[in-house]
């Protein structure tokens, strides 16, 4: 196809809209100040140490965020772009981000709209320091019927819906090229960014997840927390050829989970941050609104699967707006199999005999 027919981003979003005559434009208009809140971050991420906005991408913003976690200040700058770019436009009712504690109140100045915007405006931000791929990642709900039609601030409440209800989902990365993937509910399509015409054009018309894989994504250095389920299906892995998966796998750990979703969204793969022992408190180490969700979205949009290791990600009732979740996507054989191995008793891992439940050392 030749480069001037390659239909930009903008040009999608029309076409998409005409299946839906009686639609406003609104989703329309969010999803392109989106796009442009990412193009700004990709120019930020681009100077790196040089900085722009007066501040070298690396240094740290001092800050810590509410996950306990220290904000660069480009994961700061990320956030400010997102909110400036969405928040005037009518389009909004509220925003939530993993770098602000609680809902973000479009100001009084504006006017209010119907969708909520949830979004991780830098994933991956330890990989700034190294100049490994970063990205953005965001979720677009429905405010609640009241909050439409009132016009009243947002609270945590509105926010806790089911990754199920998504109206649109996607991520940019800011890799050797900048990437733009998206769902509005009809398949995912990825656009690459022209750095010409500074355009996002459509590129990956309908991007399949293939069902099956030989390539898995963990950080292994968390084993000894891993679950018995998630032990045995690594070691599976790693037994090769000559286990009982019968064929080799290959490994990938980019830290940047967005990255991985895309190289899965390329090729294939599974990633899996699952819940563990290594912190009672933290159920998973990503978050259920602006990571999983989104990112689950895609990945079955694409016809991939995406779970908590026990359930449909997508169907999980969120508790609280920072909530994290063990998150396992990808290639669905894989992740079906996983789900598996939760949900079969554990064989392998059965305490001894003398041990159980019955045995005579329980009085
Ligand atoms: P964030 O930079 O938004 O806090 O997210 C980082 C996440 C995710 O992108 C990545 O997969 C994971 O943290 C990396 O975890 P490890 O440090 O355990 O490798
Ligand atoms: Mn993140
Ligand atoms: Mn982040």
């Given at each position: 196809m030749p480069l001037s027919k390659r239909p930009t981003l903008t040009q999608y979003l029309i076409e998409q809209r005409r299946?839906?005559?009686?639609?406003?434009g609104e989703l329309n208009a969010l999803l392109l100040d989106v796009s442009i809140a990412c193009k700004a971050i990709a120019r930020a991420v681009a100077f790196?140490?040089?900085?722009q906005h007066g501040v070298p991408?690396?240094?740290?913003?001092?800050a810590v965020n509410v996950q306990g976690e220290v904000q660069k200040a480009l994961d700061v700058v990320s956030n400010h772009m997102f909110v400036a770019t969405a928040?005037?436009?009518?389009?909004?009712?509220g925003m939530a981000s993993e770098e602000m504690d609680d809902p973000y109140q479009i100001p009084r100045d504006y006017p209010r709209g119907k969708y909520l915007l949830v979004f991780?405006?830098?994933?991956?931000?330890?990989n700034i320091d190294v100049n490994v791929s970063v990205g953005s990642i965001f979720s677009i709900l429905r405010a609640p019927a009241d909050v439409i039609e009132s016009g009243r601030d947002v609270v945590e409440a509105d926010f806790?819906?089911?990754?199920?209800?998504?109206?649109a989902a996607g991520y940019a990365l800011y890799g050797p090229v900048t990437m733009f993937v998206l769902s509005v509910g009809n398949g995912v399509a990825g656009f690459t960014l022209d750095p010409n015409l500074g355009e996002f054009k459509l590129t990956h018309p309908s991007i399949q997840v293939p069902a099956d894989t030989s390539e898995f994504a963990i950080n292994t250095s968390n084993s000894r927390f891993w679950e018995p389920p998630v032990k045995r299906y690594v070691d599976e892995c790693l037994a090769?050829?000559?286990?009982?998966?019968?064929k080799d796998f290959n490994m990938r750990w980019i830290a940047s989970m967005v990255a991985e979703a895309h190289r899965i969204l390329m090729r294939g793969g599974v990633f899996m941050y699952p819940r563990d022992?290594?912190?009672?408190?933290?159920?998973?180490?990503?978050?259920?609104?602006?990571?999983?969700n989104p990112i689950g979205y895609i990945i079955e949009q694409a016809g991939g699967r995406a779970s908590t290791g026990r359930q449909p990600m997508l169907g999980v009732k969120p508790s609280s707006l920072h909530q994290r979740i063990g998150l396992v996507f990808g290639s669905r054989n894989e992740v079906e199999r996983i789900e598996r191995y939760h949900h079969e008793p554990a064989t392998r891992e059965a305490p001894a005999p003398l041990f159980a439940e019955r045995s005579l050392f329980r009085d």
């Open positions: 299946r839906f005559p009686q639609a406003s790196g140490e040089l900085g991408a690396a240094k740290t913003g001092g928040e005037w436009s009518g389009n909004l009712a991780d405006p830098l994933d991956g931000s330890s806790l819906q089911p990754g199920a209800t998504q109206v090769g050829r000559t286990g009982p998966r019968g022992t290594k912190d009672p408190s933290k159920p998973g180490r990503l978050r259920l609104l602006y990571e999983a």
